[in-house]
């Protein structure tokens, strides 16, 4: 039983309801579908700015859409998180006004893309990831557009993972430079949460035995040396959920140019995602550097 409940609430899908529209932001937009590898379709919004330069945004799994994240439906967690709702649309308001197109896209098992089984944590999402930065590659009016990923938590493991085990992300020569903020690892974030061992691997040993699934291990970290564009980090140092110490060794494996924001923020792993939309320079000042 216990390793049920503690498989449902970090595999499990449906939890990640598209709560709001570009048009609330008065962002122009199309609704888009496309195809993955493995023929998963997944769902999107295409925010159409200059042609010249895109930025491609894989949202936080397991309770985050597109859009960002709802408290509405969370129950007694529902502060966990973060004190409010988080707005990702935020972000893209800022990158339209500033010249972006912005692709902002569903994973898997997420908001209204496909569901199939379980969120992998960005094992499977990598395949996300490659149709996203495809989808835009292939239309005409982006052949020339400078891409830019804005990879939050597990969309950032996703597209760790993508560089590491899709040969595909090395023909993408429109990449010019990533936004990494807060990665975690399956491993770290449940011991951080606190929950005793014998849950942990509780939880461990559902997932494998009835779930085919096994999120332990060193999970994206060998493969961050190959990301080849230049990464920002971003992590509020303040955030419970997650072990600081992997975040420096994520950093030092990085053998791109690179760049560590360490925030001080209230202790919440949410803060980081909710300053993303309101502090829009640093955010800005990368991507203009490369892009």
Request: aromatic share 12%; charged share 25%; hydrophobic share 35%.
């Amino acid at each position: 039983m216990f390793g049920k409940v503690i498989s449902d609430m970090m595999i499990k899908p449906g939890k990640s309801p598209v709560f709001e529209t570009p048009d609330k932001y008065n962002l122009p937009f199309e609704d888009v579908t496309f195809k993955t590898s493995d023929d998963i379709t997944l769902s999107g919004w295409l925010i159409n700015g200059n042609t010249d330069k895109v930025i491609i945004q894989s949202h936080f799994g397991v309770q985050c859409s597109r859009c960002g994240f709802t408290q509405e439906g969370k129950g007694m967690m529902k502060n966990a998180l973060w004190t409010s709702d988080i707005h990702f649309l935020d972000q893209a308001k800022y990158l339209f006004e500033n010249g972006y197109s912005v692709l902002m896209y569903d994973m898997r098992n997420h908001g209204n893309s496909e569901q199939t089984d379980w969120v992998s944590w960005g094992v499977k999402e990598r395949k996300d990831i490659v149709a996203a930065i495809k989808y835009i590659s292939d239309k005409d009016i982006y052949k020339d557009a400078s891409i830019g990923l804005l990879s939050i938590c597990m969309g950032q493991g996703a597209t760790t993972f993508a560089f590491g085990m899709e040969e595909e992300m090395k023909s993408f020569n429109q990449l010019k430079a990533m936004i990494s903020v807060q990665p975690l690892t399956y491993d770290f974030f449940v011991k951080a949460m606190g929950l005793p061992n014998f849950l942990i691997n509780s939880g461990n040993k559902y997932n494998k035995e009835k779930r085919n699934t096994d999120l332990t291990g060193e999970a994206f970290l060998p493969y961050v040396k190959d990301i080849f564009i230049p990464t920002l980090v971003i992590q509020n140092k303040n955030d419970p959920m997650t072990n600081l110490n992997m975040v420096q060794e994520y950093y030092n494996s990085l053998t791109v140019e690179k760049d560590l924001l360490w925030l001080d923020l209230e202790k919440k792993r949410g803060a980081a995602y909710s300053w993303l939309g309101k502090n829009p320079d640093p955010i800005l000042n990368w991507f203009n550097k490369y892009l």
